[in-house]
T-cell receptor, first 110, second 121 residues
Framework: GEDVEQSLFLSVREGDSSVINCTYTDSSSTYLYWYKQEPGAGLQLLTYIFSNMDMKQDQRLTVLLNKKDKHLSLRIADTQTGDSAIYFCAGRGGGNKLTFGTGTQLKVEL | GAVVSQHPSWVICKSGTSVKIECRSLDFQATTMFWYRQFPKQSLMLMATSNEGSKATYEQGVEKDKFLINHASLTLSTLTVTSAHPEDSSFYIC?????????????????FGPGTRLTVL
């Protein structure tokens, strides 16, 4: 099955940009997603990118996809304290199932 | 986006009892619902997939007799943890995928519920 890896922790200062990275193994993943999870809550879909795209921008969020290296990143511009959360990337492959990464905890410091 | 609710948001029960968790899609027809569990500081693990009116498909290693899933309508799926034990304590999250408008095209986006924290004493 698919294996999705993320770094566990990222700390940034308020106002800086955050870049969260994700690598995956299944090249047949058609969609790749970024979800945000705040403490004790479910997952909020932030954005997604189709596998034939290289980049997608949505307000403060920029998703970059390198299909050759199977690498996905999420850049958050002007990071705010409200962005502190755990961020999961997920790939959608066979059977329309989502395989989630290990999650990256983003801590935004003043 | 579509809204998915779960009830209860948290539950504490004694070992050996059964617990039912509801997952509802509030403004769209959920043709498919997914149940995940998440242990502290870990990722989500898919437990099972259910299509409305059909039996659920369980992932390898998930006991179907212990985790009973019913998806009887386009807006409701239930997960019953039978004879719960402390090792079943976890955060259970459902997601739903379907048609945002009655008769409309099916979308592939999964919308997640807020999760249910189960603690078995």
């Amino acid at each position: 099955g698919e294996d999705v890896e993320q770094s566990l922790f990222l700390s940034v200062r308020e106002g800086d940009s955050s870049v969260i990275n994700c690598t995956y193994t299944d090249s047949s993943s058609t969609y790749l997603y970024w979800y945000k999870q705040e403490p004790g809550a479910g997952l909020q879909l932030l954005t997604y990118i189709f596998s034939n795209m290289d980049m997608k921008q949505d307000q403060r969020l920029t998703v970059l996809l390198n299909k050759k290296d199977k690498h996905l990143s999420l850049r958050i511009a002007d990071t705010q304290t409200g962005d502190s959360a755990i961020y999961f990337c997920a790939g959608r492959g066979g059977g329309n199932k989502l395989t989630f990464g290990t999650g990256t905890q983003l801590k935004v410091e003043l | 986006g579509a809204v998915v609710s779960q009830h209860p948001s948290w539950v504490i029960c004694k070992s050996g009892t059964s617990v039912k968790i509801e997952c509802r899609s509030l403004d769209f027809q959920a043709t498919t619902m997914f149940w995940y569990r998440q242990f502290p500081k870990q990722s989500l693990m898919l437990m099972a997939t259910s299509n409305e009116g059909s039996k659920a498909t369980y992932e390898q290693g998930v006991e179907k007799d212990k985790f009973l899933i019913n998806h009887a309508s386009l807006t409701l799926s239930t997960l019953t943890v039978t004879s719960a034990h402390p090792e079943d304590s976890s955060f259970y999250i459902c997601s739903a995928r379907g048609r945002e408008l009655a008769g409309g095209p099916r979308t592939d986006t999964q919308y997640f519920g807020p999760g249910t924290r189960l603690t078995v004493l």
